[in-house]
């Protein structure tokens, strides 16, 4: 009789097929709006920031994606490189969302359309990213950074233009190249990077950035970096002036604007020189002039023990019916500030009589007296202060306070890319806004958030955009009449270069600020363009 052999078989059914994570069709649910029916979609294309679209089109008609990726150092070798065309647009992508670590790179692996918009096949990771970095020669990284960003501006550059430099700190928590301890008033003691700025005065548009260890915040560490970035263009181009913060008004840095022949204006530090020199103006009762806004100054010239020559100098004050009374031994706070002198209610006020209780600025400048005289340098200081609202947003806003990696120079390569990203999103806000600068707390909401969703009939590539802010039918309506204007542009200049292109675009964007005035550069047709 035979007898069935039975054969142990580790996997009788064989593995088990992956089924889906998400079952297919809808199922109901209750909420307190009464019974839904949810189901999910992983098949269309959305997207959360679906009015990006409009920027992309505006990249696209002054041609400074092209210009960008086509000198770009990142090169890979075979073909299991992600392409510097994928790792700058998910870097581009991640900026403009606001992220400001490697990690938040991961929010838009699952935008199924701006990849798209950008001619990618999609984004790549976070890791991808960093290690791109690391790859990008530091030399070569950040000449062809600072050309790109000189070249988004460099067309306006030929009318008068003020020079902004400043430096800020940027804390750091690790074990990072270049954390060295410094100047840092918010932390003290914190280790940190230091970045030395430029920007173009008035118009909140980056020159590049200089990132340093921490111990190296004195001013004088920035100034070879400005040097470079000015060689680079044309001497007509060079800025009618160059104005910083008391950081910046000693022998060194004058004596190097003196030399290169760029006039300055800088604040001083009250030494111990300074202030004889304060006490004794005021005890000669010098006459003060009004300069308007509460306003006043007076102008002098001192010559420092360390200084090689004797240099023009403006004390700048309160006009006294306005200054903050101060009492012996005690700082002004709180109400106190809104206090008046009581010397100041009536019709003047006598220096020798009684002694002025308020701040006192002193400025430094090469400046020629007749064409800045002493009334207006008062107001050309003060408006050094928007420097500082440039800081705020690119530390904040745009992920400078972040993207920071174990070596120094995938930092400074960061920071320069953000800084031109930073370049092409402001003057686009100018074709909604040209008389106010909006930050991008406000704007991107505005500009950016809005679910998009892509449909393809045919050959037909179509994006449905809800735009879900509460002025959405204003938003609709002004996008809709700038995206009009940018296909116009594109059409006419479709045969011009990229710099023709691009200095059409920023007559067009920066006309309040030129006057009416055209750039040089451009083609006889322009003028349909611009007269319409």
């Known amino acids: 009789m035979d007898t069935a052999t039975t054969l142990d078989v580790g996997h009788p059914a064989g593995e088990p097929e992956n089924t889906p994570l998400r079952a297919p069709g809808s199922w109901p649910l209750d909420t ?3 019974r839904f029916h949810a189901e999910w979609d992983d098949q269309a294309p959305v997207t959360r920031e679906g009015q990006l679209i409009f920027f992309f089109q505006f990249l696209q008609a002054g041609g400074r994606w092209q210009e960008f990726l086509r000198d770009c150092p990142l090169r890979y070798i075979g073909n299991r490189g992600s392409g510097a065309d994928h790792i700058m647009g998910t870097v581009l992508l991640s ?20 990849p798209g918009l950008l001619g990618l096949r999609g984004t790549v990771s976070e890791d991808a990213v960093r290690l791109a970095m690391y790859r990008i020669e530091e030399t070569a990284g950040l000449d062809w950074l600072s050309s790109q960003i000189l070249g988004s501006i460099s067309p306006a550059l030929g009318l008068p233009w003020i020079l902004d430099i400043d430096v800020t700190v940027k804390p750091l928590y690790g074990r990072q190249q ?9 932390k003290p003691g914190r280790p940190s990077h230091v970045y030395h700025s430029y920007f173009v005065a008035n118009l909140r548009i980056s020159l590049g950035v200089e990132v340093r260890p921490g111990n190296e915040h004195s001013a004088a560490k920035g100034l070879p970096g400005l040097w470079q970035t000015l060689e680079k263009l044309p001497r007509h181009q060079w800025p009618t002036f160059s104005r910083g913060d008391c950081g910046y008004g ?17 604040k001083m530090r009250h030494t111990a020189k300074v202030k004889d020199l304060v006490t004794r103006m005021m005890r000669q009762g010098a006459l003060w002039q009004d300069c308007g ?4 100054a007076l102008e ?10 004797e240099r023009r100098v403006i004390l700048v ?4 019916a306005r200054a903050p009374v101060r009492e012996a031994g005690k700082p002004v706070r709180g109400k106190d500030r809104q206090k008046l002198l009581p010397h100041a209610q009536g019709a003047g006020w006598d220096a020798q009589a009684t002694p002025w209780s308020g701040k006192i600025a002193v400025l430094v400048t090469s400046l020629d007296p007749a064409a800045f005289p002493t009334l207006v340098m008062p107001k050309h200081y003060r408006d050094r202060a928007d420097a500082e609202n440039c800081f705020d947003e690119l530390k904040n806003q745009w992920g400078w306070g972040g993207y920071t990696s174990r070596k120094l120079a995938p930092s400074r390569l960061m920071a320069n890319l953000i800084a031109l990203f930073y370049n092409w999103w402001n003057p686009y806000l100018r074709f909604y806004d040209e008389g106010h600068h909006r930050e991008a707390i406000r704007s991107r909401p505005m500009l950016m958030a809005g679910v998009g969703r892509q449909v393809q009939i045919g050959g037909q590539r179509t994006v449905k955009v809800s735009v879900l802010h509460e002025k959405g039918d204003l938003i609709a309506q002004a996008v809709m009449r700038i995206s009009k204007e940018l296909h116009q542009i594109r059409v006419i200049t479709e045969r011009w270069s990229v710099d023709q292109r691009w200095t059409l675009l920023l007559t067009r964007l920066l006309r309040r600020w030129l006057g009416g005035k055209w750039l040089p550069g451009l083609p006889e047709e322009a003028a349909l363009l611009l007269s319409g």
């Open 178 to 186: 270049g954390a060295g301890i410094g100047y840092n008033p918010q």
């Open 317 to 320: 004050r309160e006009s006294p």
């Open 32 to 34: 307190p709006g009464g």
């Open 250 to 266: 000693n022998e060194g840095i004058m004596l190097e604007h003196e030399r290169r022949g760029l006039p300055y204006l800088f």
């Open 300 to 309: 002098t010239t001192i010559r420092l023990s360390g200084w090689s020559l």
């Open 293 to 296: 806004d509460g306003w006043q």
């Open 95 to 114: 900026v403009l969302s606001g992220h400001w670590r490697y990690a938040h790179i991961n929010g838009v692996r699952g935008d199924g359309i701006n």
